[in-house]
């Protein structure tokens, strides 16, 4: 996919550009093998349940909590509180003035929670000595939470402006929040739009809150799993003292019995705004989440989707062309919701063709039994994604808690994969002729609301609001914040458990090929990395997006192996296979289990080496281009990361980004030349995980040894002369929300100051202690999310702030973020907010590098800026932070507000003649980069 930035600020639906990607079937080796999860189990006195996942290996514990109350459980006329109610549990607590977020932060963890339909789970990682805190926390949370006007309002406006930024600013968000729920069920709870409407919260007060919060949260409606490295003595004590002591109410949890009935085939017109290419979606009613079957709709759903060699990928993305993308919905539900397959349409094709195509396919499940091999490689393709699921303690933590919420089952997932590995080609048939019926499936036609007939409301979801459970009023007082004199302390921590970094071994071979490997974790698993110099930056100015389509083109034939064979090798492995193109470099990636990481790297050295670039995939590939330009078209923040390039980098080949123009123009020979450029003596093997130095670098010689080639000595200058700040409007009729970026060019990891601008950038923008997200979110509730990052290039290195909000608040919202950056300088960070930055940096990059692929994906990204891979012990360690006279020395060196460059893209005309009053040298075009008046 090419980078325009790394935002990963946001909750947005990814852009499905050329990063191919490709699994599934061909002929299949042993089937895999999963360990099972090992655990314990405790019921405390209150009722609450205790699972124990022990791993002495990692120098992390993780907690994670399931309270049985989700969407299901939300009360009359207060769709979406379930939801609500997750935020409210981070805010202030009775001996936690500065609130559970702060909390967490102040003992080195991480946390986040998510509400599906049965369950809202909760989770804390954090280092293993801290074990005491955090159990301290969760119960002080749990029994202390004050619920007050401020927190309740500033939640649910921030609530609010997540429902608009996944639905309404989304062109496709309204298919899965509303539409597939509206019409699968009839007369049950999942039928209400998940996360609720923003009618029904501005109707909720704060009565109701406490009211929830004392029916569903108490210890008997809890379960708790506890992963990583304790001692179990400990444990056992500590969830006593903390958890076990809170009493266990005696009035019923209030619960609505409804199970819904069975609904008849139906099909839907449905219309929304902005919707760049037309969808269809088939849908039917899962099984319950304990039904042995509901193992085989994950089965039939990775036939179906997963991977390129996928039928429905194969068939409607490259033979027939019809669709530019494939997508699915498989969502846990204790009384089974949606199974979905989402078709977005290629342009040029219509609904009836699709509708023809996917109905086909379906039948052919139906009425054909699945070959061996076919179905070993689906099975195979599942089991390492349990592998890959079960890599870390969290991870672990959520299959087993996630089974025992739903069904009160601890084993329910690898019972799931056991009942997977027994199905024969007999039971596919069956469980699709049972499941995936014509007679009870819902058909959605998705299209642009200007194609909306005259008075047309059959896509109306139906009124909902009388159901769910009756809540009755909180019987206790409410919480205060105790006074200093009265406040509990937090536990302090234990003796600190060390963690070592992976260690690196770099090598070159005799043809220059680099080769890094760093054995990473016991966890059978390999990922494996290649590095190619050039990337975006090597496209010619008229040819921009030739990285991209290159580097998918190679995943469609290499020495002898078709497109599908590639792809169906790699999933009968269990792996999976992905190319890209980003700003410095193509990249080509492997993840597989170990036992077969030879069989994968050589399918990835004939990709990379012996491609042989077809000229009947091209067609499709170039289709899928079209179709993701047209869709960032209207998406606000994609929109505004189109324009940033060239705002940023002028007409440099950094400032390039893929245009109709540019895309239609790239011919297979084109390709071809992308691929000369692809040598060893410029290309890095990155092979991280379970394989040993010794294991990695024979494993590299082998493949990759005979790989020959000369580098051309000619470079594209990737950087031009900075233009200066600019204010850039993109114009998004009918756009659900307006997203604000500001960038300005700084300096990256070469320079001196690189440490000091890190903290500093966290301190702007780095998770819920950023002050993008104090300020817009937390006090103001104008945003679901705002953060800021350091974009490092080869040549150049930016700062950027983003965030996204409703139209009306677009210039309060510009306003706070140029006023943060400012804040910068005008507000030096003390020693303490170093220190607690400099933790959180260290804990973020240990949390992604502790998967193989987390550390494959950060060391290529530094081989790609050409940076040293030793710098990975300094930025994994919070241990000696840049000094405060440092951090306010790059801040005044390296951060200058007057240089920052601003763009905002939605509905300008809600706040343009505002805008322009402000910055009057405001420059206003249209998605494709028109001038406007």
Do not use: C
């Not at 302090?492 to 490997?517: C, F, H, K, M």
């Not at 000696?880 to 905002?904: C, N």
């Amino acid at each position: 996919m090419r980078r325009l930035i790394p935002l990963l600020l946001l909750a947005v639906s990814p852009l499905p550009l050329a990063s191919a990607v490709a699994q599934t079937e061909a002929a299949a080796p042993a089937l895999l093998d999963v360990p099972k999860l090992q655990f314990t189990k405790r019921v405390l006195a209150n009722g609450a349940t205790l699972y124990a996942i022990r791993d002495t290996a990692t120098a992390t514990v993780s907690i994670n909590i399931w309270y049985d109350v989700g969407q299901r459980d939300d009360p009359p006329g207060r769709g979406g509180f379930a939801h609500l109610f997750e935020h409210l549990m981070f805010k202030t607590t009775r001996n936690l003035p500065g609130g559970v977020l702060d909390a967490v932060n102040a003992i080195g963890g991480s946390t986040n929670a998510s509400t599906l339909f049965d369950y809202t789970d909760y989770y804390i990682t954090a280092p293993a000595n801290q074990l005491e805190a955090m159990l301290w926390i969760e119960g002080e949370r749990l029994r202390n939470l004050v619920i007050d006007e401020a927190s309740f309002h500033s939640e649910r406006d921030v609530v609010k402006e997540e429902l608009r930024q996944r639905i309404l600013a989304q062109p496709y968000g309204r298919i899965l929040y509303t539409l597939i729920p509206a019409f699968t069920f009839d007369d049950h709870p999942y039928a209400r739009p998940i996360g609720g409407t923003i009618s029904d919260l501005d109707q909720a007060e704060l009565t109701d809150v406490r009211a929830f919060h004392e029916a569903y949260y108490r210890p008997d409606n809890a379960i708790f799993v506890v992963s990583g490295n304790f001692d179990p003595a400990r444990l056992d004590a500590w969830a006593d003292r903390y958890i076990g002591v809170i009493p266990r109410p005696t009035r019923a949890i209030p619960r609505d019995p409804a199970k819904g009935r069975p609904i008849a085939a139906r099909t839907i017109d449905a219309y929304a705004p902005n919707v760049p290419l037309p969808a269809l979606v088939f849908a039917w009613r899962a099984p319950f989440a304990a039904d042995r079957d509901a193992a085989g709709i994950d089965l039939m759903d990775a036939i179906l989707t997963r991977g390129a060699a996928s039928r429905l990928r194969r068939t409607l993305i490259d033979e027939k062309g019809i669709a530019s993308a494939i997508s699915s919905y498989n969502l846990p539900a204790r009384d089974g919701h949606a199974f979905a397959l989402v078709v977005t349409l290629a342009k040029g094709h219509d609904i009836d063709e699709a509708e023809a195509a996917l109905s086909a396919e379906i039948a052919r499940l139906r009425n054909e039994r699945i070959g061996a091999d076919e179905l070993a490689a689906a099975k195979n393709g599942l089991f390492g994604d349990a592998l890959s699921a079960r890599e870390t303690a969290r991870g672990r933590a959520w299959e087993l808690g996630g089974g025992a919420a739903l069904t009160g089952d601890a084993h329910l997932a690898d019972e799931r994969l056991a009942a997977v590995r027994a199905m024969t080609p007999a039971d596919v048939q069956r469980l699709a002729q049972r499941w995936l019926g014509d007679g009870t499936r819902v058909t959605l036609r998705y299209r642009d609301e200007s194609l909306r007939p005259a008075g047309y409301r059959g896509d109306s979801p139906p009124d909902l609001s009388a159901m769910g459970p009756k809540v009755p009023p909180a019987s206790a007082a409410p919480v205060t914040i105790a006074s200093d004199a009265d406040r509990e302390t937090r536990p302090q921590p234990g003796p600190t458990v060390p963690s070592q970094p992976p260690q690196l071994a770099d090598q070159r071979l005799e043809n220059g090929l680099r080769v890094i490997v760093a054995k990473s974790s016991e966890v059978p698993l390999v990922s494996m990395k290649l590095v190619l110099d050039g990337g975006d930056a090597a496209d010619p100015k008229a040819l921009a997006g030739r990285g991209d389509m290159a580097a998918a083109l190679a995943l469609k034939g290499a020495d002898g192996r078709s497109a599908e064979a590639i792809a169906s090798d790699i999933a009968a492995l269990g792996g999976t296979i992905s190319a890209s193109s980003e700003p410095d470099a193509t990249l080509f990636s492997v993840n597989v289990p170990a036992a077969n990481a030879e069989a994968a790297a050589r399918v990835l050295a004939d990709v990379a080496m012996r491609p042989t670039f077809p000229d009947a995939a091209l067609p499709a590939i170039r289709s899928q281009q079209l179709a993701a330009i047209t869709v960032a078209s209207k998406q606000p923040i994609q929109a505004a990361l189109r324009v940033l390039p060239s705002a940023m980098f002028g007409a440099s080949a950094y400032g390039l980004v893929p245009t109709k123009t540019s895309i239609e123009a790239i011919t297979r020979d084109d390709l071809a030349a992308a691929q000369r450029g692809w040598m060893p003596q410029t290309a890095t093997l990155i092979i991280v995980g379970a394989l040993s130095p010794d294991e990695g670098f024979a494993l590299a010689k082998r493949l990759f040894a005979n790989w020959t080639g000369k580098a051309s000595a000619a470079e594209t200058p990737r950087t031009a002369a900075p233009s200066g700040p600019r204010i850039i409007a993109v114009d998004m009729p009918g756009a659900g929300q307006t997203a604000v970026i500001a960038a300005m060019p700084t300096v990256g990891r070469d320079d001196a100051d690189w440490a000091a601008l890190r903290i500093a950038n966290a301190g702007l923008g780095g998770g819920f202690q950023g002050w993008l997200t104090q300020e817009i979110r937390v006090k103001r509730g104008l945003s679901y999310s705002a953060g800021s990052l350091l974009d490092t290039r080869r040549d150049a290195a930016l700062l950027l702030a983003a965030t996204q909000t409703k139209n009306e608040s677009a210039i309060e919202v510009a306003g706070l973020v140029l006023n943060q950056i400012a804040r910068l300088r005008s507000e030096p960070m003390s020693a303490e907010r170093i220190a607690d930055r400099a933790t959180y940096l260290a804990n973020g990059l240990s949390n992604q590098t502790e998967r193989a692929a987390g550390l494959a994906d950060y060391l290529a990204s530094l081989v790609a800026s050409d940076t040293g891979i030793e710098v990975l012990k300094t930025e994994i360690s919070a241990a000696s932070p840049p000094s405060a006279a440092d951090v306010a020395a790059a801040v005044a060196d390296h951060i200058a507000p007057q240089q920052v460059t601003l763009i905002l893209a939605g509905d300008s005309k809600q706040w343009i003649a505002a805008l322009r009053e402000r910055h009057p040298d405001v420059k206003l075009i249209d998605t494709e980069g028109r001038p406007l008046p």
